[in-house]
């Protein structure tokens, strides 16, 4: 699934590129991301993966009433909180052209990384 993502999210994201005024938008986005020191990248994508948890988690915790809208507010709140997250900074860097980029390849692991832990942290807490 995930690795589908990513394709997906980059063949979007090359789409995007067709549209010139789009991908010197993603451009600047990603020229932002970037100015983010290592360490504050992890901590954006270890916050990430616990709004997508609590997304995930609050709308598949109750069989009989699932509200989407949980999805929603978790998603907002990760945009809102400039924390990173792994697909939409593949569509972002793909778009702006900068995908083949060493330290945007890297930064992507790490906040692939960062998704999981905060994730998997999250879901540990609420399980106990």
């Given at each position: 699934?995930?690795?589908?993502?990513?394709?997906?999210?980059?063949?979007?994201?090359?789409?995007?590129?067709?549209?010139?005024?789009?991908?010197?938008?993603?451009?600047?986005?990603?020229?932002?991301?970037?100015?983010?020191?290592?360490?504050?990248?992890?901590?954006?994508?270890?916050?990430?993966?616990?709004?997508?948890?609590?997304?995930?988690?609050?709308?598949?915790?109750?069989?009989?009433e699932k509200n989407p809208l949980i999805v929603v507010l978790?998603?907002?709140?990760?945009?809102?909180?400039?924390?990173?997250?792994?697909?939409?900074?593949?569509?972002y860097f793909t778009a702006g052209g900068m995908i083949g980029?060493?330290?945007?390849?890297?930064?992507?692991?790490?906040?692939a990384v960062g998704n999981l832990i905060g994730g998997y942290?999250?879901?540990?807490?609420?399980?106990?």
């Amino acid at each position: 699934v995930f690795c589908g993502n990513c394709v997906g999210a980059s063949l979007v994201g090359l789409l995007t590129m067709a549209r010139p005024s789009l991908g010197k938008a993603a451009a600047l986005l990603c020229v932002a991301k970037l100015d983010k020191g290592w360490i504050e990248w992890f901590l954006a994508s270890i916050l990430c993966g616990v709004f997508i948890a609590i997304g995930v988690l609050g709308y598949s915790r109750n069989r009989n009433e699932k509200n989407p809208l949980i999805v929603v507010l978790a998603v907002m709140g990760f945009i809102l909180a400039g924390a990173e997250h792994v697909i939409a900074d593949m569509f972002y860097f793909t778009a702006g052209g900068m995908i083949g980029s060493w330290q945007v390849i890297l930064r992507l692991w790490l906040c692939a990384v960062g998704n999981l832990i905060g994730g998997y942290a999250f879901g540990k807490v609420v399980e106990t």
